[in-house]
């Protein structure tokens, strides 16, 4: 089975502080992604990547980068965490856009306070 | 932008009765429809999908439907169990760009 992990797996900060969540996949998936889920508003995807080097933009992109280090890793960032951007981010790999099944990781539930 | 819209948001229903999903998209040239399955506390995962060139798909107790002319599309549990109790996700494959865009998500109670 697909894997895909995340770190931390919960994460506390405050408001205008430096946040990294970091996700590693073994399944040679070339697309990554990065979600928030929010309840009423389901999966809205941040950012998300064909492969290493490569990032596109998602549906919510405002207020987050992310870097694609190599096939496997896949990083998102806050530099300056608000409290609107408390979720729950989960990310996916895939082997193809779209049309493929997307392997979710377990998730990372972030707080700033 | 595309959405997708999910129907409804909470749905209790019975053990042993039928609980049905219902989603709408914009885009008439989506050409794939996948069903996600989030237990609490866990990653969603695909449970089944289905592409536009099928009106019907049966998995054991699943069953989708898909009307390209209304531009709907229904997921349909029959008998339900209490394990079947989750928040379901619906998708749409865009054909502009290939992404996936998700419903807001549907919480299933199953009532014993």
């Known amino acids: 089975e697909a894997a895909v992990t995340q770190s931390p797996r919960n994460k506390v900060t405050v408001t205008g502080g430096n946040v990294t969540l970091s996700c590693r996949q073994t399944n040679s998936h070339n697309y990554m992604y990065w979600y928030r889920q929010d309840t009423g508003h389901g999966l809205r995807l941040i950012h998300y990547?064909?492969?290493?080097?490569?990032?596109q933009i998602g549906d919510v992109p405002d207020g987050y980068k992310a870097t694609r280090t190599t096939q496997e890793d896949f990083f998102l960032l806050l530099e300056l965490a608000s409290p609107s951007q408390t979720s729950l981010y989960f990310c996916?790999?895939?082997?193809?856009?779209?049309?493929?099944?997307?392997?979710f990781g377990p998730g990372t539930r972030l707080t700033v306070l | 932008g595309e959405q997708v819209e999910q129907l409804p948001s909470i749905l209790r229903v019975q053990e042993g009765s039928s609980a049905s999903i219902n989603c709408s998209y914009e885009?008439?040239?989506?050409?794939?429809f996948p069903w996600y399955k989030q237990e609490p506390g866990e990653n969603p995962k695909l449970i089944i999908d289905?592409?536009?060139n099928m009106e019907r798909k049966q998995i054991q107790e699943l069953i989708v439907l898909l009307d390209k002319k209304a531009k709907r599309f229904s997921l349909h549990i029959t008998d339900t169990q209490p394990g079947d109790s989750a928040m379901y996700f619906c998708?749409?494959?865009?054909?502009?760009?290939?992404?996936?865009?998700w419903g807001s998500g549907t919480k299933l109670i199953i009532k014993p």
């Open positions: 885009d008439s040239a989506s050409n794939y």
């Open positions: 998708a749409a494959r865009l054909r502009s760009n290939y992404q996936l865009i």
């Open positions: 996916a790999s895939s082997p193809g856009l779209g049309g493929k099944e997307q392997y």
């Open positions: 990547s064909y492969g290493a080097g490569n990032l």
């Open positions: 289905i592409r536009s």
